[in-house]
T-cell receptor, first 116, second 115 residues
Framework: AQSVTQPDIHITVSEGASLELRCNYSYGATPYLFWYVQSPGQGLQLLLKYFSGDTLVQGIKGFEAEFKRSQSSFNLRKPSVHWSDAAEYFCAVGGVLTGGGNKLTFGTGTQLKVEL | KAGVTQTPRYLIKTRGQQVTLSCSPISGHRSVSWYQQTPGQGLQFLFEYFSETQRNKGNFPGRFSGRQFSNSRSEMNVSTLELGDSALYLC??????????????FGPGTRLTVT
């Protein structure tokens, strides 16, 4: 079965510092990978996605992620964090092995705190 | 283009009651998925509808059900509410177009509190 692991429950960074959020997946075929962000009391906003091709993908709000098949990872990065980036970040995997239909399997999330 | 809308945004119900939540997908999106989000269990897949048919179902009891209408709008129903059903219920829609089907767009959610 597919699964997603986000090993860091909480991360605190200073404003202006770089950020990397880790995501590891388990999937028996080529996965489709996503990062979503959720602000308190809100739904999930899609930051970026990987389907195929270039392993470095760019998203909204200055985020990027790199797909590394050999490490089963899809880490999210941002060169300089802004206070407004404080939120919870979810990594998700989807694909033809997810039991039919368009189901996504999510990680447990990483709560990002930004210190001013 | 308008995003996914969910109504109501907040609900307070009593144990034993039933509740119906509504979701309108992005125009042109024909697949609608529902997820439950709780602090303890995280984001869990409930079910997915396409073309008025349930295509995929998560591991939830039969008290959780849903349907989809011909205009792709969807409703989910929870009967005999339990305290543990308190959660944020998220609806997501996507195109039905190969790998793009997995690119889901979420609504703001319905916060259900069961007392």
């Amino acid at each position: 079965a597919q699964s997603v692991t986000q090993p860091d429950i909480h991360i605190t960074v200073s404003e202006g510092a770089s950020l990397e959020l880790r995501c590891n997946y388990s999937y028996g075929a080529t996965p489709y990978l996503f990062w979503y962000v959720q602000s308190p009391g809100q739904g999930l906003q899609l930051l970026l996605k990987y389907f195929s091709g270039d392993t470095l993908v760019q998203g909204i709000k200055g985020f990027e992620a790199e797909f590394k098949r050999s490490q089963s990872s899809f880490n999210l990065r941002k060169p300089s964090v802004h206070w407004s980036d404080a939120a919870e970040y979810f990594c998700a995997v989807g694909g033809v092995l997810t039991g039919g239909g368009n189901k996504l399997t999510f990680g447990t999330g990483t709560q990002l705190k930004v210190e001013l | 283009k308008a995003g996914v809308t969910q109504t109501p945004r907040y609900l307070i119900k009593t144990r034993g009651q039933q509740v119906t939540l509504s979701c309108s997908p992005i125009s042109g999106h024909r697949s609608v998925s529902w997820y439950q989000q709780t602090p303890g269990q995280g984001l869990q897949f409930l079910f997915e509808y396409f073309s008025e048919t349930q295509r995929n179902k998560g591991n939830f009891p039969g008290r959780f059900s849903g349907r989809q209408f011909s205009n792709s709008r969807s409703e989910m129903n929870v009967s005999t509410l339990e305290l543990g059903d308190s959660a944020l219920y998220l609806c997501a829609s996507s195109l039905e177009a190969g790998f793009l089907s997995y690119e889901q767009y979420f609504g703001p959610g319905t916060r259900l509190t069961v007392t």
